[in-house]
């Protein structure tokens, strides 16, 4: 991995998104910011061979409930709730990122809500992740009889 995470902002109006520390990395998005998206850029940029990571902050978010009857995500959206946990995996497929998370959110009257995170930005505040970084490349793979991508232990 290179150091370049210290220094990924050319932008001095920009603030630093992650930094790197003996456990892995802290990443603090920004309001706006996409989660996937920037865990996404992470990546690539830190050319991660796979990683798990746990988050907390206030989002917009859509979760999905997968339907094994038609292979499909149903999605539900949430404004301005706070991510109270995340937690989620970094992998490859075909050449591409691949992130799978689930989160858990609370709104104003303390009600619950969760599911697999199909998108997620920041709203008011901010978010923080704690990114801890794997030695071996995983690839996901379709399994035809799930109809879903799945982690492979198997390379």
Not at 63 to 92: C, Q, R
Not at 93 to 105: F, Y
Not at 115 to 127: E, F, K, M
Request: without cysteine; charged residues 25%.
């Amino acid at each position: 991995m290179n150091t370049s995470a210290l220094a990924q902002s050319t932008d001095d109006k920009q603030p630093k998104r992650y930094v790197k520390v003996p456990a892995g990395y802290l990443m603090v998005l920004r309001q706006g910011d996409s989660i996937l998206g920037k865990l996404e850029e992470f990546a690539r940029q830190e050319n991660v061979p796979s990683a798990n990571f746990t988050g907390m902050g206030f989002v917009n978010i859509k979760f999905g409930f997968f339907d094994f009857s038609t292979k499909k995500y149903n999605p539900k959206e949430f404004s301005n709730v706070e991510l109270a946990s995340m937690h989620g995996t970094i992998a490859w497929q075909k050449g591409n990122v691949s992130i799978h998370a689930h989160g858990v959110v609370g709104d104003k009257t303390f009600k619950a809500y969760a599911g697999h995170i199909l998108s997620a930005t920041v709203s008011t505040g901010s978010v923080e992740l704690m990114i801890t970084i794997h030695d071996q490349k995983l690839e996901r793979e379709q399994d035809e009889k799930l109809g879903a991508n799945v982690l492979s232990l198997d390379k």
